[in-house]
């Protein structure tokens, strides 16, 4: 970079703009997520005290991208013109982006805390914000809910440098690196690991199939070896009718625990071939931790990191649209969001934790016969865009077990709306991907894509299914009829609510007492 960087004429500048402005497993033990306990700190760290110290640590990345990124900068910030104003604005966004991915590199192999935020919040100068911005910013949680799978991207391009989740799949061919080994390796073992929880799950409820069985075999065997003496001799009487039809069913028992004690074994045998196998990639890959002789920085595999980056610029650019703001720097001008509007990590989670309490189901997928909890990853996208989208809802080479991917804006009108939008979005996928070909015909998607053919709407699907999901949860969820009588019923049977809050619903209108009734009646029909 060059040495004779104008860092003093940027910092100025901001200055007198103040005073005019004021891994893991994917599978959950969990039914929900924790309560979110604290938003934000009581003390604000202070590295946004020194804005030309920050804005001069980001640009000692990328020599040939700071170089052109700070001449355009200095343009755009000493220009009083607006039409010039706007103009450096869009020329900003291509050299902004290629400085972006040098960062991500450089903080993947040695990350600071200049690089962390500029990444986190797409902040390249604090003097952009007003001081009562960039102490609010300095009060956000900073490493909270580790545990879930919510990332902001500082945190998410570690991971993928570090090969403990894998890169984003796109259309493009993956690109060849050193680290694709350690890449696929990673990837055979989270696909195993998703595979022994999914077994575990499913061995359980074996096992307390089994159980049931055992205790009714117990009970029954215990009635049918009762008898009473017969008044003729002293010698028991022969069975009652009861007994006999204990008998009967014994044998059906003895057939069904030996069909459980079956499946039981083959379960028992794929989690040993597993863990087998998991043992010994988890032995290659400490052996090649081990052989790098410079530690954690040599590991980093930059090319995924770079091929990463390609799939957050798209993913920025869809929450955004083609109406939307696309400019990539947080400024002042364009921030509008509140400490509790704002897409933090602990107000996205609030959000998903309020969805989920609502649409119960939204976050499970069959495995074997088996439900199982499986939240999305969730990358938080320093943008300002107004939707959140699914990049995949799931990944291809491990569809039992492994998480999907939504992106959520940070700084939208709505974070509420914004989460829907990546939730609407992934339940759709998720449900038309495991309705596979005949996702047009059955379930969700197919009942739904019937009633819009029927309706000959125009344009895609999808799109009116994410506006009238939004309505399901937000206003028919309170009992405000928003949606069409078809729609409603899909809704109803293929996103069901909780049923507490189907009791109450029912007891509200004639609309959900006659839905409430469907459901009893299918229950009857599927009893017998």
Known sequence: MSDDFDFDDIL???????????????????????????????????????????????????????????NLFQKYTQTKDPKDKTLYRMQLINPFWEHFCAVAKGFASNPTDAKKYFLRFALLHPGLLSKENRDFFATIVDGSFQDQPVHYLDEWFRLVALNKVNASTTDEAPVRSKGNDSARMQASLDKLTGKIEGNKSILSGKCAERDTFEKSLLSITKNITRHNESDIVP???????EQKNGVIELQEIIKSLQKADREIAGLYKELASAMEE??????????ENANSAEGESSSVDLAAVETEFGSIRQMAKMTVGRQGNA??????????????????KENVISILSWIESIDSAVYWRPYKNTQN??????????????????????????????????????YPKNITIAVLTAVADFRWQVAKEIASYYWMDEGLTGNYY???????????????????????????????????????????????????????????????????????????????
């Open 373 to 410: 909890r499986i939240v999305p990853y969730v990358v938080l996208i320093p943008s300002y865009g107004d939707f959140g989208i699914c990049w995949e809802p799931y990944d291809k080479r491990n569809k039992a077990t492994s998480r999907g991917r939504i992106a959520v804006p940070m």
């Open 450 to 528: 019937q009633w819009f053919q029927a309706q000959k709407l125009k344009g895609d699907v999808k799109n009116f299914f994410i506006q009238d999901y939004i309505l399901w949860l937000t206003k028919e969820s309170e009992g405000t009829q928003k949606l069409p009588k078809e729609v409603r019923n899909t809704f109803w049977r293929y996103l069901p609510f909780p049923q507490t809050l189907k009791d109450k619903l029912k007891n509200r209108n004639l609309i959900y007492q006659e839905l409430y009734q469907k459901d009893l009646n299918r229950a009857k029909s599927d009893s017998f």
């Open 235 to 241: 010698f028991p009487e022969s069975y009652t009718e």
């Open 327 to 344: 400019f990539p720097i947080l400024v002042n001008d364009f921030y509008r969001c509140q400490p509790n509007t704002m897409g933090t």
């Open 12 to 70: 100025n500048n901001f200055d007198s703009q103040d005073t005019k402005e004021a891994e893991h497993s994917n599978l959950s033990t969990d039914n929900s997520f924790p309560p979110v306990e604290k938003k934000f700190e009581k003390e604000k760290h202070h590295a946004f005290e020194t804005p030309a110290e920050h804005y001069k640590a980001i640009m000692s990345e990328g020599k040939k991208t700071s170089a052109r990124l700070h």
């Open 278 to 287: 998991t043992q010994e990639i988890m032995s290659k890959l400490e052996q």
